[in-house]
């Protein structure tokens, strides 16, 4: 069964055609990173004109790629949440467009499932076993989840205000460093000391959510506190911090945060009783994140699978994946369909 996954819920454009839930026969992106660049962040207005604008040549260009036409698709599965709402909403449109056009059937899918999903596009990983516990770690969402199955999925915890990709990107744009700011911290951060800078570690009330807007204060009265200058440019504070103090900066920030991430995801796993843990989203790219979850794999003896990394960012094969698994079972949408963004 040919599947083709839409999936437009933030800055990325993609569209995917996924056989039998596992096999990618192709899959086209286009991403509207740059013209989000100079404002620091993502424009929701700038990211959903730009999804219309490039979705239906998208498609075209996957089909023209893979000598497939749209007779060989049997079902459209796309993201219709959590996400942007004119994003979610340009890809949902076009999806029920496109499956009313084709007569096939429809079928909406979370976007922090098929972050979990996309695990199970990777080839190495041969077979996982329900349940696990899921963890996404992306822009948006920094979120635990229990997963019996795709079709039933418990919350455990989630972070009760800035996502941990946020924090990177915020960190950043403060340290002058970009956007987005994740695989440039990672970049510095090699070359850092991870023990320079101590963080004070963060509690939350609940110990499986998560709690980081308060590392970005710390990071902010640490520079001030050592007399470096910060000036206001378009309304963003930006610090003007030596090479070295960047590097340790950055190292000391990936040490409190992906410490916290593993010590709550190791504790979901207690919880549940589960010694099954699987890890997507864009912050998964990171190296020292999956050393750091790996070693943790032997030291308590808790599988560990993670997204490929071609597939750990925003992507529409991890939605045609699960879109199948989801029809499989059974499940499927009309054309009344709706968003829940953010
Ligand atoms: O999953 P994703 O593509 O989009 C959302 O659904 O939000 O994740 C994007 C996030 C950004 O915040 C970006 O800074 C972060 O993933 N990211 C990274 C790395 N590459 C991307 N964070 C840490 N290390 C990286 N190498
Ligand atoms: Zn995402």
Do not use: W
């Amino acid at each position: 069964m040919n599947v083709l996954g839409i999936e437009t819920s933030c800055d990325e454009t993609g569209i995917a055609i996924v056989k039998d839930g596992r096999n990618i026969l192709g899959e086209e992106l286009s991403s509207s990173l740059k013209y989000h660049q100079s404002y620091g962040g993502i424009i929701p207005e700038i990211a959903s004109r730009m999804h219309l604008e490039v979705i239906d040549y998208l498609l075209k260009k996957l089909l023209k790629k893979t000598r497939l036409t749209n007779t060989d698709i049997d079902l459209v599965a796309v993201t219709n949440g959590p996400g942007l709402t004119g994003s979610l909403l340009v890809g949902v449109s076009f999806a029920k467009a496109l499956a009313f056009a084709l007569g096939v059937p429809l079928i909406g899918v979370d976007h922090l499932s098929a972050h979990l999903y996309a695990a199970f596009l990777e080839s190495r990983n041969k077979k996982i076993a329900f349940p696990f516990v899921g963890l996404v770690v992306s822009g948006g969402h920094t979120s635990l989840f229990y997963v019996k199955d795709f079709l039933r999925i418990e919350i455990l915890g989630s972070t009760l205000d800035d996502a941990c990709g946020e924090l990177f990107d915020k960190v950043a744009r403060f340290l002058n460093l970009g956007y987005p700011g994740g695989p440039v911290i990672e970049k510095l951060a090699s070359r850092g000391n991870p023990i320079r800078i101590h963080f004070s570690p963060i509690r939350t009330k609940r110990p499986l959510d998560f709690s980081f807007s308060g590392i970005k204060t710390s990071v902010f009265y640490h520079l001030k506190d050592k007399g470096i200058k910060i000036k206001e440019k378009r309304g963003f504070l930006i610090a003007d911090c030596p090479l070295s103090l960047k590097q340790d900066l950055c190292a000391s920030l990936q040490e409190i945060v992906f410490n916290s991430l593993v010590k709550k995801s190791l504790l979901a796993c207690r919880i549940k009783n589960i010694d099954r843990l699987i890890i997507g989203g864009g912050v998964a790219m990171n190296e020292e994140l999956r050393r750091k979850f790996l070693s943790l794999s032997v030291k308590e003896k808790v599988e560990i699978y993670f997204s490929p990394k071609k597939l750990c960012m925003d992507n529409a094969s991890m939605v045609a994946g699960l879109g199948y698994v989801l029809f499989k079972a059974g499940k499927s949408n009309d054309f009344n369909l709706e968003i829940h963004a953010d």
